[in-house]
Structures are given as structure tokens and as C-alpha cells.
């Protein structure tokens, strides 16, 4: 079974993706923890997506497709926003003190953290981003 939304680029709409992922977990006898992982690292590709990825004011479509494929949770999501691999970003120094660090990246860190894979491609003018989390086995943050 997979489970298919298109949402606006509107951070109202993660509500809808969040009942999509609860479902989808209830559907699939997932652990809670593993469903409180796939949201937390879908809220912050979806609110990176949103914050960073346009460049004007127009009602843009994200494709988030969740699916399950020999035992690995697939979450799938789609923009065609400006080109961007969140593999490329350096880590954060997380040692720095406060004062000393880079803003950003401290996400895509989690999300690297709380999945066993990413991968990205940009197909036809679209960021294709991957998260893969092995269901026997989530990785712990």
C-alpha cells in the first residue's frame, strides 16, 4: 500500500501529512516511535522545502509519497523548486559554542540522524528526496 499526498507549499498543510503518516503507521502496525521519527524528519524537509525552495509567491505542489518496500519505510518527496541536495550541506559543528555556529543545516542533521538512508536526484526540473528507515531496526537520535 502506498500512500500518496500532493500539498500546497503552505505549513497548514503539514497537518494533513502528519494524519497521513498516523495512518499509514496504524495501516503498516508501525512502533510510535518509528512513526514520531518519519514525522519529525518529513516536518523538517517539508518546512525546509516551504521556507527555502521558491523563489515567488505562487501555489506550488509537494509530492509525498510513503510506501514500504523489503522491510525499509520509504518516504518520497517531490518539489519543483529551485535545485537543492541536502546531502551536499557539511554537518554543523554542534560543539561550536552558540555564538560561533553556522545558521541552518542543524536539520537536515536530524533527519540524517533519525533515517538509515537518503538519497536525492533532480529529475525534469524536480528535487526527488529519499528517506529510507529500516523497520527492524530504527536508528535512534
Avoid at 495501516?27 to 521519527?37: A, E, P
Avoid at 510513503?66 to 559543528?93: A, C, K, S, W
Avoid at 533527519?111 to 523497520?135: F, G, Q
Amino acid at each position: 500500500m502506498t500512500a500518496t499526498l500532493s500539498l500546497k507549499n503552505d505549513i497548514s498543510e503539514f497537518q494533513r501529512l502528519a494524519h497521513a503518516i498516523d495512518d499509514f503507521g496504524s495501516g503498516h502496525c508501525l512502533t510510535k516511535s518509528i512513526v514520531h521519527d518519519t514525522t519529525l524528519a518529513l516536518e523538517e524537509i517539508f518546512s525546509n522545502i516551504i521556507n527555502y525552495a521558491y523563489d515567488d509567491e505562487k501555489v506550488h505542489r509537494i509530492t509525498c509519497q510513503i510506501y514500504v518496500e523489503n522491510d525499509q519505510l520509504h518516504l518520497e518527496v517531490t518539489d519543483d523548486g529551485r535545485p537543492f541536495n541536502p546531502l551536499n550541506m557539511p554537518p554543523p559543528d554542534i560543539h561550536a559554542p552558540l555564538e560561533n555556529r553556522c545558521i541552518g543545516g542543524l536539520g537536515i542533521h536530524i533527519v540524517k540522524r533519525l533515517m538509515d538512508a537518503l538519497e536525492y536526484r533532480r529529475v525534469e526540473n524536480k528535487n526527488i528526496l529519499t528517506l529510507k528507515l529500516t523497520l527492524s531496526g530504527a536508528n535512534p537520535l
